[in-house]
């Protein structure tokens, strides 16, 4: 085993000897739901005053409106009945880093994990690459405010979602732990 398999497994023992949640609903019990970046220095949790129960959070790299993530806030509504829902960004977002292209390049050369340094993303060059990269849309971030915007009406304007979902657009300074709002996605994600 290695030493963080057995950190998380002995975490686990710990939270199971004083657990108390196994009666919470499945739906969440404040009917709305998070999309947000999948970075460590982000606690949803914390920076929305969440318990468990409260809501739904659906994390993947930058918090993009993907279609698997619009998929998770539909099932989210449909079948779970979240009400609203929100879009957070984060500065110094990885996903600013690079771009469709370089991640391309870089997988097209080894599998290994790259690095970055004041001059960009540098890989190993160890090991076969894949050519698979090229077929995906990495989704990548050039500006955190607009970002979020098209994020917010990507999921306003997928037909799968109702009209009266609103879907607020913010940005979490990963310096203050502050929610700064993005008017313009607020707007239109009423």
């Known amino acids: ?28 019990g404040r009917h709305f739901a998070i999309l947000t970046c999948m970075d460590a220095r982000l606690d949803p949790a914390k920076y929305a005053g969440l318990s468990e129960g409260d809501a739904h959070v659906i994390r993947n790299a930058g918090g993009r409106a993907s279609d ?4 998770s806030l539909v099932i989210s509504y449909k079948l779970l009945g979240t009400r609203e829902w929100f879009v957070v960004h ?24 790259a690095s970055v340094d004041e001059n960009g993303w540098h890989d190993c060059g160890e090991g076969p690459g894949s050519a ?30 109702p009209s009266d979902i609103p879907v607020y657009g913010y940005i979490y300074d990963v310096k203050s732990g502050r929610l700064i709002e993005v008017p313009e996605a607020t707007e239109a994600g009423k």
Not at 16 to 24: C, M, N, Q, R
Not at 68 to 71: G, H, L, W
Not at 90 to 113: A, N, P, Q, V, W
Not at 136 to 151: F, G, P, R
Request: proline fraction near 5%.
């Open 68 to 71: 698997d993530a619009i998929r």
């Open 132 to 161: 698979e990269g090229k077929y995906i849309d990495w989704l990548t971030i050039k500006d955190q405010a607009q970002s979020v915007l098209e994020d917010v009406v990507r999921i306003k304007s997928h037909p799968l979602v």
């Open 90 to 113: 984060h500065t110094d977002c990885g996903m600013e880093t690079f771009t469709d292209d370089i991640m391309r390049d870089l997988l097209g050369s080894s599998l290994k994990t």
């Open 1 to 28: 085993m290695t030493s963080i398999l057995n950190e998380v497994l002995s975490a686990n023992r710990d939270y199971v000897a004083s657990f108390d949640k196994g009666h919470l609903p499945m739906p969440p």
